[in-house]
């Protein structure tokens, strides 16, 4: 995705490689771990919600629905950009394979409580790699 939007909260940039246990017979002491492949968990994005009518949200919500109502999955790049804390200049980036939106939610509404009611999306993606 070209566009930038800021998030409080970014998990899933993980890799693991899967095993198989294999035993060999006779013997009992041990078991061999094979590899199997590369897994990633799903990509999950957090932001206070807000609601502005900006190009670059629009196209964000405009992703989701076409997925999530009309079943039309567009895999894309997604850039993650870890700011330095004056917010000028990137420290570190990721970029994101694949990615296609799965799952979008808001947490819970509560008129007892004070708190910042939080946006959150997340995606299936193929893999990533440290920029």
């Not at 800021?6 to 246990?21: K, W």
């Amino acid at each position: 995705m070209d566009e930038t939007i800021g998030f409080q909260s970014v998990s899933g940039l993980t890799a693991e490689i899967t095993t198989e246990s294999y035993r060999e017979g006779g013997q009992n002491e041990y078991e061999y771990k094979l590899p199997v492949r590369t897994q990633y968990p799903d990509l999950v994005l957090k932001r206070g919600l807000w609601i502005p009518r900006s190009p670059t949200n629009m196209d964000i919500q405009s992703w989701f629905k076409e997925a999530i109502r009309s079943f039309v999955i567009q895999p894309k790049t997604i850039t993650i950009k870890l700011m330095n804390p004056a917010l000028k200049e990137p420290v570190m980036s990721w970029e994101v394979y694949k990615a296609w939106p799965k799952k979008w939610s808001v947490s819970e509404f509560n008129a007892e409580e004070n708190q910042i009611v939080i946006e959150s999306m997340e995606f299936h993606y193929a893999y990533f790699e440290v920029k």
